[in-house]
């Protein structure tokens, strides 16, 4: 039955989705193992992308911006959902001007992804965008553990 259930799931999200969502929770994990992590109001830990960013320093964020393999994600980032009035409505969100900020916008890919405002209905209006924001910040995340030698050791560990 729960294997029915991610099946189904894995055929309703493009590719590059499902390469996002493991990409993405994997360098989570890695950031809390190279305690890179922080205490919620609730006790909880969770990865401190704050602390991260400045270890990358903003050379990082020109290093992204001069290759050009992420235009969509500095030039028309992903918006952030909200209600207004009750309704569901997308707010449009700055460009990134600095590290946090861009993965700010590489979050917001996973909140909208991981919360169910893309590819509920496996149709997306604005699928091709949408395919370019999900590439373009795995393809960052690469490219920041080609940075942090501590980061990508606890990346590549084997999950036993």
């Known amino acids: ?3 029915d259930l991610s099946d189904a799931l894995v055929r309703q999200l ?3 989705a499902v390469s996002f969502f493991a990409t993405f929770s994997r360098f989570e994990f890695a950031l809390k193992r190279s305690k890179y992590s922080k205490t ?4 909880g830990v969770s990865a401190d992308w704050d602390a991260f960013s400045k270890i990358l320093g903003n050379k990082f964020l020109d290093k992204i911006r001069e290759s050009g393999k992420a235009a969509t994600l500095l030039n028309n980032p992903p918006k952030k959902q909200v209600l ?3 309704d569901l409505s997308w707010k449009v969100v700055a460009n990134p001007s600095n ?3 861009l993965f700010g916008a590489i979050r917001r890919v996973r909140n909208n992804l991981f919360h169910g405002a893309k590819y509920s209905t496996g149709v997306e209006a604005d699928a091709v965008r949408d395919q370019r924001l999900l590439e373009e910040a795995s393809w960052v995340l690469h490219v920041a553990l080609e940075e942090v030698e501590q980061i990508r050791e606890q990346f590549v560990q084997p999950l036993a």
């Open 1 to 3: 039955m729960a294997q």
């Open 84 to 86: 207004v009035d009750g």
């Open 99 to 101: 590290v946090n900020e």
């Open 14 to 16: 493009p590719p590059a």
């Open 40 to 43: 919620g109001g609730s006790g």
